[in-house]
């Protein structure tokens, strides 16, 4: 069945061509990020059991996936980039995750057939979306999920004081480039402009209202957010 004319079409979205870059995005993240310490938060929250299967979407490289694997019966890793789904495979295989299943698909086209869903992971992929569409994709991960199933949602979110935005936005891109280097803090700065990354009390209304009851919500830096949520 082909999509309405109205639905937003997810691979036209403004962020970077993921396809291209799977490889140099991980070598950015693990610069730029505590990777294994944000799998760690996430994975404590959602606190599986070997009998519980859960999604994730944007998986992207597949480092979350990967790990969560070693925890439950089954991970759905879904992307809509066919280049991150393809890395995140292989990287699968080399770690002998034999239990993560990675599936074309994305936020508002994805259809699970697969084992009832004990949590859903979405990270730093949210944004892609203008926040109409994040309010369906959050809606549809609603009913994805069994009764008082598990949602972990990071993502680019803002909590700095807009009227304070130059400030904030000139000294946080700086800091990045120092870390991680100028292509890096140009990324962000593409983000920042193209993007669709909204303000966290929009964002908490959005993930509230989609029937979640949000259990605690993590700031840091004034420009990402952890939301650590159950289904109400
Ligand atoms: C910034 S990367 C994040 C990857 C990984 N989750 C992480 O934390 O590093 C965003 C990922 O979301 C995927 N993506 C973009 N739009 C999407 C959508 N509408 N549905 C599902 N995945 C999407 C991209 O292909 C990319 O792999």
Redesign the pocket.
Known sequence: MSDPSWQYH?PD?P??D?DAMAEI?DRN?QKYRDVQAEIDEILEYLALRPDQSIL??????G??AIAAARRCRKVYA????AG?LRYAEKKAAARSASNVQFLP????TYRHEGEPLDGIV????LH??PDFWKQIALLRMAEMLNDGGKLCL?DVVFSFDPAEHERFLNDFISKAGEKAGSNFASSISDHVKKEYSTMDWIMQGLIERAGFRIKQAKKSHGFFALYLCEKR
Not at 78 to 81: A, E, G, P, Q
Not at 105 to 108: A, C, K, V
């Open positions: 997810e979205h962020g970077a993921f995005y993240m994730e979407i944007g998986t992207g490289t480092e979350f879904v992307d809509l980039s991150m698909g994305g936020f508002l979405s990270q730093i992929a892609h979306l990071r």
